[in-house]
């Protein structure tokens, strides 16, 4: 039988040692923030070089910009939609790292959360990528621009970027010089490739970023369903990875109800929407404690949307 002495003497270091690495933990926050400020305000005394490498999350540290956002650990961290009732939906929004499909037929209200999400992310002055395979780069910006007016300006500062697969689709020259430009929808390598090279770029300043994918519709009649799930996969978790929150937009009439749902299991949730009897609905699937999985009313204009109940304004 174990001595009790020994057992208070355990006991004793182990609250000790808990207390010292909470106390350290505590210590580099604090650190941190102040470097942070340091950097921003430009009062730092180490060269360009050394600034930047310590500005950058270092795997063997027990606190980086990699884990923590605002001091916050980034998979507890959720941020806006863009979308204030969508936000109360989701109980505070999105989780960072997270990915989200939505689907739905024309004129259903996915593509007005869409351009919400972006406007949001200009606001808050995140960087925001924009992969565009079936809409021209112009409309999108007029789009974003009914909510966000500086978009242009947004795009000129690189906190808007765009990596264009429409245009050659369509045998056209992109409309802006800023693009990346992918030569066919079917380079999927291409895709990959410069979309691992943006986001590594952005999170050299960035603890997170947001992306929007319009549409994995495209795709549908490109590749097959094995290589587009294998396509989902590598694309979508290499976001999560660089805490990247991700809209991938699908129509719902080209995909069957097994492929969404295969899609879905490779994401973190859904957002569907539908339209029926002159009216339209959206329901979340997944995406954590959602205060409700029932189909619920939308009322759309042309920049927003709004919610009806969550618990009277449903169908079943």
């Known amino acids: ?25 505590e210590t580099a926050l604090r650190l941190q923030e102040r470097l942070n400020n340091l950097m921003s305000a430009g009062k730092n005394s180490v060269s360009g070089q050394q600034q930047e490498k310590m500005a950058q999350p270092q795997s063997s540290s027990p606190v980086s910009s990699a884990t923590l956002i605002d001091g916050m650990d980034q998979r507890e961290r959720k941020v806006s939609m863009g979308n204030e009732k969508i936000d109360e939906l989701l109980t505070g929004g999105i989780r960072v790292g997270s990915g989200v499909v939505l689907i739905g037929p024309p004129f259903s209200g996915k593509y007005v959360l869409a351009w919400n999400f972006v406007a949001q992310s200009l606001k808050e002055s995140i960087p925001v990528v924009i992969v565009t ?4 780069i112009n409309e999108i910006k007029y789009q974003v621009g009914k909510i966000y007016p500086a978009v242009d300006e947004a795009e000129v500062n690189g906190l808007l970027k765009f990596i264009d697969i429409y245009s050659r689709s369509i045998q056209s020259q992109s409309p802006s010089k800023y693009a990346t430009v992918i030569d066919s929808i079917t380079n999927i390598s291409s895709l990959l490739k410069n ?6 770029e952005i999170r050299k300043n960035h603890p ?9 519709t495209s795709y549908a009649t490109e590749l097959d369903e094995k290589l587009l799930l294998k396509f989902v996969q590598q694309f979508s978790q290499k976001r999560k990875s660089e805490n990247c929150i991700s809209l991938y937009l699908m129509e719902a009439a080209v995909f069957d109800k097994k492929l969404i749902e295969a899609v879905a299991y490779l994401v973190d949730g859904i957002i569907e929407f539908k339209n029926e009897a002159s009216k339209s609905f959206l329901k979340v699937t997944g995406l954590g404690n959602a205060r409700s999985r029932d189909w619920i009313e939308i009322y759309t204009n042309d920049t927003s949307f709004d919610l009806g109940s969550f618990t009277l304004e449903k169908i079943r």
């Not at 395979?133 to 021209?136: C, L, P, Q, V």
């Open 195 to 200: 979309t691992d090279q943006i986001g590594t």
């Open 1 to 25: 039988m174990a001595d009790d002495n020994e057992i208070k003497q355990l006991s004793e270091e182990v609250r000790n040692l808990i207390a010292a690495a909470k106390n350290n933990y």
């Open 133 to 136: 395979t079936d809409k021209d």
């Open 208 to 216: 997170y970023y947001r992306l929007l994918f319009t549409s994995l």
